[in-house]
């Protein structure tokens, strides 16, 4: 597989582990989130993260991106698990003591940041894509980037609408949120096991091509061992040994 090849599938596996961090962080925020226009914004969202990771997956498949991931190196694995837990753990974090519309307000601005992010990786991907003339990853690319600006300006339409939930609560005691009604432990459960799928995935696909390649450096270097003036060398010493064994 070429540099190039190992390139685009970084790029992807990097898009891919952050949409997989998202769908967590989206279900958690759903569940903590009353109904409304913002929770309809996360829910429709969800979907689109859904169908875009599953995108992405096939043209890893198309590209030969389950051979691949240990070429992008050690360092480039570390990122991708970082960075599922770092996503991962916002769940986790959105339970501790504070007022519910403080929370929901947090959260919308804590995704604003991942769409951020999501925007620059889909970005990077579709420029890179298209200086190697592949103009399917680049579509793919320009396609979730639109989605993925689609939903951070929906979400900043929300901020304002937050925030004065958040002076109406915190300010005048008119509180309309109370997050102990959802099942904390059960978000929290669910976000440390997908964090820890995700990661195990990540490093036992690069236990496995770690595998394959030093089965690969084993193979070649027997076959090194066996180079053609050794075999002829091997051919005549046999063939000597059978003729003196035939005039006896």
């Known amino acids: ?12 596996n ?5 949409e997989l961090a998202l769908v967590t962080t989206l279900r958690a925020h759903i569940s903590m989130t009353p109904t409304g226009s913002y929770r309809s914004l996360l829910e429709e969202h969800l979907e689109v993260t859904r ?23 050690v360092g480039a694995i570390q990122s991708l698990v970082g960075q599922v837990l770092s996503l991962t753990k916002g769940p986790i974090d ?6 519910g519309e403080e929370k929901l307000l947090k959260n919308a601005k804590d995704e604003c940041a991942t769409e951020a992010l999501e925007i620059a990786t889909y970005d990077a991907l579709e420029e890179l894509a298209a200086e190697l003339s592949d103009e399917i990853t ?25 925030t004065r939930d958040v002076v109406a609560a915190e300010i005048y005691g008119n509180k309309r949120y109370d997050p102990s009604e959802v099942g904390a432990r059960h978000i ?3 976000a ?11 490093a036992g696909e690069a236990r496995e091509q770690a595998r394959g390649a030093a089965a690969t450096a084993t193979g070649a270097a027997r076959q090194a ?20 064994d035939t005039c006896r």
Do not use: C, N
């Not at 597989?1 to 992807?12: A, G, P, R, V």
């Not at 959105?94 to 007022?99: D, I, N, S, V």
């Not at 061992?225 to 059978?242: D, F, I, L, M, Q």
């Open 94 to 99: 959105m339970l501790r003591g504070e007022a």
């Open 138 to 162: 680049a579509r793919l690319a320009a396609d979730h980037r639109a989605e993925e600006e689609e939903m951070l300006a929906g979400l900043r339409e929300r901020i304002p609408e937050l």
């Open 1 to 12: 597989m070429s540099k190039s090849e190992d390139k685009l599938i970084q790029y992807l």
């Open 188 to 190: 929290a459960q669910d």
């Open 192 to 202: 440390a096991e997908t964090a820890s799928r995700a990661a195990s995935a990540i």
């Open 225 to 244: 061992r066996r180079v053609p003036g050794e075999e002829r060398a091997e051919g005549a010493a046999r063939g000597a040994v059978a003729s003196e």
């Open 14 to 18: 990097e898009a891919h582990a952050t």
């Open 51 to 73: 169908r875009q990771s599953g995108r992405i997956e096939r043209r890893l498949s198309e590209l030969g991106g389950g051979r691949s991931l240990v070429r992008t190196g």
